[in-house]
């Protein structure tokens, strides 16, 4: 074969044999652009068909729509919410025009340019639709107003092709203040308010003619976020999102011309009024509902979603022990207060959270004397301090992290340490020195002792031995909130903030063997087109049992024979801690018993504003502690929610046994008033002969520790109501003779 032919012969071979060739050939750039054009083609066409086949409906019936029903957990009714829409449209012409472009600047800067839609926002909305990021967002003022008007608020990609294409030919057939005028009279404000006159009432007590630029900008920023932008109820970080979109709202107006520079760097904030609760909030009411709405919000059924109504919500509230709750801070505290003729029993406020340990269903609430009077829960709120209700947790840290005294000791139940008041920490870089109540000096005494007697100056050392960083972390996975949560020595009295709520689910999760538990409210959500998944109510280990089982036995001698005496009797098995905090501004008692874990704060809130002012003198007691009143109402509720008592024990493993029935002596008499002590020849633990609980001199806790800096170089914390102190205050039960002065550290 000639060289001619061999070449012949390959290049056959070559055009026979698969390969990169035919593939080149399969993906042409001809093939390529023609099947490109192709799905151009089919997309069209389906745009076309949509386009065609999608109408403009008629009106939603928000008007009449149903009301929200809200039941008690054996289905009982609560309260009946939402009988009608609250909304009074107006015309555009009433509301001033530079209000008009509030709501332009802060939605949506092109609306009178554009064609109703925003592709690329709402293609984003889709995909976070599809890939379930919440919130689709990406929508002009046309299609928000479409799906106000015309459609629903459910988050669904059929809903939101509609809501397209209903808004393309919205655009076409009305005016572009036809649809603005549409948009903010049905637009969802929060406070139950639909359309901008209903939110101008709400908000400022003014019709929409009267709203200046600020009021309608703080209205328009309210639109992203209702719930969370409400400035009564919004946290830190609303205030601080809803404030900046309110300026991001008048630079933008500056910007388009709808406001002159000067007069925008002349505009202050527009704090609005407080709400005023809606008929059928009277009394707890309004706080169960509140509540469960904040948990809705969480779990992504908004306010939004629930204004449509036909809702049926069933809370874990039991509806027997919730009254008795009610009747036990009415009978302990309510009764014995002059609220008209008294200035600090004027000042005192009472919240409580109980909560079933074994699934952290919040079982009963109380969050005020009455929500039309004091709309803030009690129950909730996260600007007071827990005090030395945090150092059980403080203890809990040491055993789960197997920390050492600086001594290399293991700390135990049975460790010991100096309780001499005003002593310096060692081995801290940050200074500090917290007194004990009455600057009582103890000596050298066990955990459990200190423990029982709520002394400062030892689980200060604590603190340092654990190491700050180690014992926030614990506290963190056990539920405190980070909240004014400082990595420093002082945390020991308990200075960050936590509601009443939280440390419910703190002590629920020692009370369920170190099982996480977090506190909800809401059972179960039926709505005949959605569904709800409710909370999930216990999760994994935060720490191990022997920890969180120890922790327990420790608080059963606080109960038995410390602080806590007020909750004992032999009618159930208890455990629990008191606190007071800083000045007497909060004074708490968390305990818990085998089947239920409740949390009762007072709290000192001037009438005027809303400060903290101390609790000193409240029903003529002398200086208010969590051994007192907290104890007393605690007690009261618990034997009733329990039903007389309960044969139910602490199923304790693997614990380590203390000295309980050891009775210290404090090595210095008190330099003021004297703290009760028992008498060294008397059984610190006799047979207990009978549930029924009388009154008795309190047993003396550690006190609220006056501001001490915990380094040179630092001041002291402000004492102002926005900015909590540095030392945790505590004192004793008050027992109408100690009138101590205000300053007085807590326990």
Request: aromatic letters at 6%; charged letters at 20%.
């Amino acid at each position: 074969m000639g060289r001619a032919e061999a070449r012949r012969a390959q290049r056959r071979g070559a055009r026979r044999a698969p390969g990169r060739g035919g593939i080149r050939r399969l993906f042409t750039w001809r093939k390529m652009l023609g099947t490109f054009f192709g799905l151009c083609l089919l997309v069209m066409g389906a745009c076309v068909g949509l386009y065609l086949y999608v109408d403009i409906p008629k009106a939603n019936a928000l008007a009449e729509r149903q009301s929200n029903v809200y039941q008690y957990s054996d289905g009982s009714l609560l309260t009946r919410v939402g009988d009608g829409v609250n909304r009074q449209n107006v015309n555009l012409a009433e509301v001033p025009e530079v209000v008009q472009h509030t709501f332009v600047a802060a939605e949506n800067k092109t609306f009178y340019k554009d064609k109703g839609v925003d592709l690329k926002g709402t293609t984003r909305g889709i995909i976070n639709t599809l890939t379930g990021k919440g919130k689709q967002g990406g929508s002009t003022i046309t299609q928000q107003y479409v799906k106000n008007y015309y459609l629903t608020q459910e988050p669904t990609i059929s809903r939101k092709l509609q809501e397209l294409v209903i808004s393309l030919k919205v655009d076409q057939k009305q005016s572009k203040s036809d649809i603005l005028a549409g948009y903010i009279n049905t637009a969802f404000y929060g406070r139950g308010a639909s359309g901008i006159q209903a939110a101008a009432q709400a908000y400022y007590g003014v019709d929409a003619k009267d709203l200046n630029v600020s009021q309608g900008a703080y209205l328009a920023s309210l639109l992203q976020a209702p719930s969370q932008y409400d400035w009564a109820t919004a946290s830190e970080t609303g205030k601080k999102l809803v404030k900046d979109r309110w300026n991001y709202t008048l630079d933008n107006m500056v910007e388009m011309h709808w406001l002159d520079k000067a007069e925008r760097d002349n505009q202050k904030f527009p704090v609005p009024m407080k709400p005023k609760p809606a008929p059928g909030m009277e009394g707890q009411t309004g706080y169960l509902v509140e509540a469960a709405n904040k948990e809705l919000d969480k779990q992504g059924l908004t306010a939004e979603v629930r204004q449509a109504g036909g809702w049926t919500f069933t809370l874990n509230i039991d509806k027997k022990r919730q009254k008795e709750l009610e009747k036990a801070v009415d009978g302990r505290l309510e009764s014995k207060l002059d609220r008209k003729g008294n200035k600090v029993d004027a000042t005192v406020q009472a919240g409580a959270t109980s909560v079933d340990a074994k699934t952290g269903a919040v079982v009963a609430l109380y969050g005020g004397v009455d929500y039309v009077k004091h709309y803030i829960s009690n129950a909730t709120r996260q600007d007071y301090q827990p005090a030395s209700t945090f150092k059980p947790l403080v203890f809990a840290a040491a055993l789960e992290n197997g920390a050492k005294t600086q001594d290399g000791d293991r700390i135990g139940v049975n460790t010991r340490y100096d309780g001499t008041s005003k002593r310096p920490v060692v081995g801290s870089d940050t200074p500090f020195n917290p007194q004990n109540e009455d600057d009582v000096n103890y000596g050298d005494v066990t955990v459990q002792t200190a423990m029982n007697k709520s002394i400062n100056s030892v689980f200060a050392q604590m603190v340092v031995d654990v190491g700050p960083a180690t014992v926030k972390k614990t506290a963190l996975a056990l539920g405190v909130p980070d909240k004014n949560f400082p990595e420093r020595p002082a945390i020991t009295l308990g200075t960050m903030n936590a509601s009443t709520w939280d440390m419910a689910g703190a002590y629920a999760t020692l009370d369920n063997h170190g099982k996480k538990v977090t506190p909800f409210i809401v059972k179960a959500a039926k709505h005949q087109s959605r569904t709800y998944e409710p909370v999930e109510g216990v999760g994994g280990q935060a720490i191990s049992r022997k920890s969180a089982d120890t922790v327990t036995s420790v608080l059963r001698g606080v109960v038995d024979s410390g602080s806590g005496h007020e909750a004992d009797t032999t009618a159930y098995d208890a455990a629990g801690k008191t606190g007071t905090s800083e000045n007497n501004k909060a004074a708490l008692f968390a305990g818990y018993t085998p089947e239920l874990t409740t949390v009762v704060a007072l709290f000192g809130e001037s009438p005027n504003g809303g400060g903290q002012v101390s609790l000193t003198g409240t029903a003529n007691s002398g200086r208010a502690n969590g051994g007192g009143f907290p104890a007393q109402i605690w007690a009261d509720y618990t034997l009733a929610a329990l039903n007389g008592g309960s044969d139910a024990k602490f199923d304790l493993e693997d614990v380590e046994r203390g000295e309980s029935t050891v009775q210290q002596t404090p090595s210095n008499s008190p330099s003021t008033t004297e703290s009760p002590t028992q008498d060294p020849t008397q059984d610190p633990n006799p047979p207990k002969e009978s549930p029924i609980r009388t009154p008795e001199a309190p047993v003396s806790e550690s006190p609220d520790v006056p501001p001490v800096s915990e380094s040179p170089d630092v001041p002291p914390v402000s004492e102002s109501p926005d900015v909590p102190g540095e030392g945790a205050g505590a004192g004793r039960p008050g027992d109408g003779n100690n009138i101590a002065n205000n300053n007085q550290p807590a326990r």
